[in-house]
């Protein structure tokens, strides 16, 4: 039966790869760039759409995304992030069960293709929380159903804890809540594929976000992403900070390498968050030390300033910062540095990521100013390539050009102002925005 149902699948698959095959790419001139590289539009503006409790709303989490779907919009986001949308072992959705069922803490699957369809209806993209590292089983260990694999025991990863697994080693780090999937099977590779094909094909989901990337190596991200052309992929490379916390300059590249490695693991095939920036921007703005946010070269500190186009800023997601009712709270931004944060990253190269919380929960003032930022943005042109001249770095305040076309301070130093042929467009707490013509 399962060998049935897989082969329906197959006629899907190709279609796919027949109708839309790879993404052509272009650069600033128009020239085409790569038909494997998936970056969406470099003037995207991403919001993720959800916080770590989300599922305790007090309606269906589709719902309040459908609800919101003009809101956002309005506010000039160009793609949206969605939790793991498949059933769980755990209310956030982080250890899947069954892939092809959509009925999980966040709502029902007719509720999901409503959120997606009322976004889709307003020209907004909507990417799949990925979960493909590690999986639970239906009612054991490692019984996996929706799909099973063609050897269960085989899909697992011989040093999992389970101690049954008979797949080759892990190719990247452990996972002790699930069983490590092993990413050289062809079954794995193959259930993977299917299934990112219909979330595609059958539910609407434009790309992917895939989660605990560090669990197995880059180039499996490579071939789900060949196989399935999404509009843009990102993953989390959360890389461990070793040494010194308080380290800055050419001592924290070691931190920014190791996200350009996994890029380059993928075959460039799917951007990746900027921790290196979350990590230096945090303490700049905490410590009022913002020269940390230049490197020996003059360039931004984090991977936007080796690799902007493959880079996703962000100064909070669902791990590392609050949530209405608790959440996770793990590596929090400065809440009262909060505005400064977004400042900086919806002002400068990459791609930048707003967290729900901030613009729904936080209240109208800071939602109106990352509003206000967004648009700026968006009318002056500013992408995740744009180029970029810091003018100051120092103990009170940071200064960058922007296109030559917008500056933008953050820090309590108020002795910079800009010659008269800038106009101020924006301010708020400890950040202004100018721009000219």
Not at 11 to 31: A, M, Q, S, W
Request: charged share 20%; glycine share 10%.
């Amino acid at each position: 039966m399962r060998r049935d149902r897989r082969d329906l699948r197959l006629p899907l698959l190709f279609l796919i790869i027949l109708i839309t095959g790879c993404p052509t790419h272009y650069d600033e001139e128009g020239g085409e760039v790569s038909r494997a590289a998936y970056f969406g539009s470099r003037a995207d503006v991403m919001l993720q759409g959800f916080h770590w409790e989300s599922h305790q709303s007090s309606i269906p989490w589709w719902d309040v995304i459908a609800q919101n779907a003009d809101t956002i919009a309005s506010a000039g986001f160009t793609v949206v992030w969605l939790p793991p949308p498949s059933d769980a072992a755990s209310d956030e959705g982080y250890l899947p069960r069954e892939w092809y069922n959509l009925s999980s803490s966040y709502g029902e699957q007719s509720q999901l293709t409503s959120a997606i369809s009322a976004l889709h209806d307003r020209g907004v993209k909507v990417l799949a929380d990925v979960v493909v590292n590690h999986r639970v089983g239906t009612y054991d260990w490692a019984d996996f159903s929706d799909p099973a694999f063609d050897d269960n025991a085989r899909a697992v990863t011989s040093d999992d804890e389970w101690g049954y697994g008979t797949g080759n080693p892990d190719t990247g780090d452990g996972y002790s809540a699930a069983r490590d999937l092993d990413h050289t099977y062809y079954d794995v590779q193959d259930e993977i594929i299917y299934w990112l094909s219909w979330l595609k094909a059958g539910m609407g989901f434009d790309g992917w976000r895939y989660d605990y990337v560090r669990g197995y190596a880059g180039y499996y991200v490579g071939i789900y992403n060949d196989a399935t052309s999404p509009y843009l992929s990102v993953g989390e490379l959360w890389p461990d900070i070793t040494g010194d916390y308080y380290a800055s300059g050419d001592a924290v590249n070691y931190h920014r390498q190791r996200l350009m490695d996994w890029i380059d693991a993928t075959g460039g095939k799917s951007m990746a968050f900027d921790f290196t920036t979350k990590w230096q921007l945090q303490l700049a703005v905490e410590r009022s030390e913002y020269w940390r946010l230049v490197d020996s070269q003059g360039k931004p500190i984090g991977a936007i300033g080796w690799w902007p186009q493959m880079s996703v800023t962000f100064i909070d997601n669902h791990d590392t910062g609050p949530s209405p009712g608790g959440g996770q709270n793990h590596w929090p931004f400065p809440s009262d540095k909060v505005e400064e944060g977004y400042a900086y990253i919806l002002t400068h190269p990459g791609v930048p990521c707003v967290y729900w919380p901030h613009f729904f929960d936080w209240g109208s003032d800071l939602r109106n100013k990352i509003s206000t930022l967004i648009r700026i943005r968006r009318e002056k042109g500013i992408t995740s390539t744009s180029s970029i001249d810091v003018l100051a770095a120092d103990s009170g305040k940071y200064v960058a050009r922007i296109d030559d076309v917008l500056i933008v301070k953050i820090g309590p130093d108020l002795s910079y102002n800009p010659s008269s042929e800038w106009t101020l467009t924006a301010y708020g707490n400890d950040w202004a925005v100018w721009t000219k013509e």
